[in-house]
């Protein structure tokens, strides 16, 4: 079975500091795809990264950051120096089959105050 | 401008009624999605479409149907039987590189 685990409900943290949103999955699939998803206050989740379970190189995207680590099944997300605007939901998310279906963690609400 | 059209943003119904969510969408994917989301909760899988006049049931599926005439359209009724419908609803289709496009969402209340 496959499943997504999101063990932070609620994060919050003053605008400038880094913060780390954790995401562990199961799957006993060898091929298989994790994603990260922003779900700002509009509701529309917003596509943030796909990462294919061969690839293990971690990536860069601006202010944001991802690790991902096979030997212990964990796909954790970065934010550096944080911003207002980065208050959301993040969903962390697997998909196996050929992306038939997509398994989502319960998401981690992200407060960025001022 | 290409993506996912739902409608409506909100709506609210009476106990015992249906009610018809639409999800259209003008990217020429495929395969299309429906997940409910309640607070606090992750997305859960309602139906999902992987081409015209076909469909398949997800987690969530009792006292809901869908319908897939067209690849463009792909409406979500939720129907009585359906015990506690007060949700937002998240449509979704599927791109060439596997992530998932969705619409802004239908908040649904129930009476």
Redesign the interface.
């Known amino acids: 079975a496959q499943k ?1 685990t ?1 063990a932070q ?1 609620e994060i919050s943290v003053v605008e400038k500091e880094d913060v780390t949103l954790d995401c562990v999955y199961e799957t006993r699939d060898t091929t298989y ?1 994790l ?1 990260w ?1 922003k779900q700002p206050p ?6 943030l990264i ?1 990462r294919n379970s061969f690839d293990e190189q971690n990536e860069i995207s601006g202010r944001y950051s991802w690790n991902f680590q096979k030997s212990t099944s964990s796909f954790n997300f970065t934010i550096t120096a944080s911003q207002v605007v980065d208050s959301a939901v993040y ?1 962390c998310a697997l ?1 196996v089959y050929n ?4 398994y ?4 981690t609400k992200l407060n960025v105050k001022p | 401008d290409g993506g996912i059209t739902q409608s409506p943003k909100y709506l609210f119904r009476k106990e015992g009624q249906n009610v018809t969510l639409s999800c259209e969408q003008n990217l020429n994917h495929d395969a299309m999605y429906w997940y409910r989301q309640d607070p606090g909760q992750g997305l859960r899988l309602i139906y999902y479409s992987q081409i015209v006049n076909d469909f398949q049931k997800g987690d969530i599926a009792e006292g809901y149907s869908v319908s897939r005439e067209k690849k463009e359209s792909f409406p979500l009724t939720v129907t009585s039987a359906q015990k506690n419908p007060t949700a937002f609803y998240l449509c979704a289709s599927i791109g060439i590189t596997g992530e998932l496009f969705f619409g802004e969402g239908s908040r649904l209340t129930v009476l």
Request: aromatic share 34%.
């Open positions: 997504v999101q409900t795809y994603f998803y509009s509701g529309e989740l917003v596509f796909r969903f998909s992306f038939n279906k997509f989502f963690g319960s998401g």
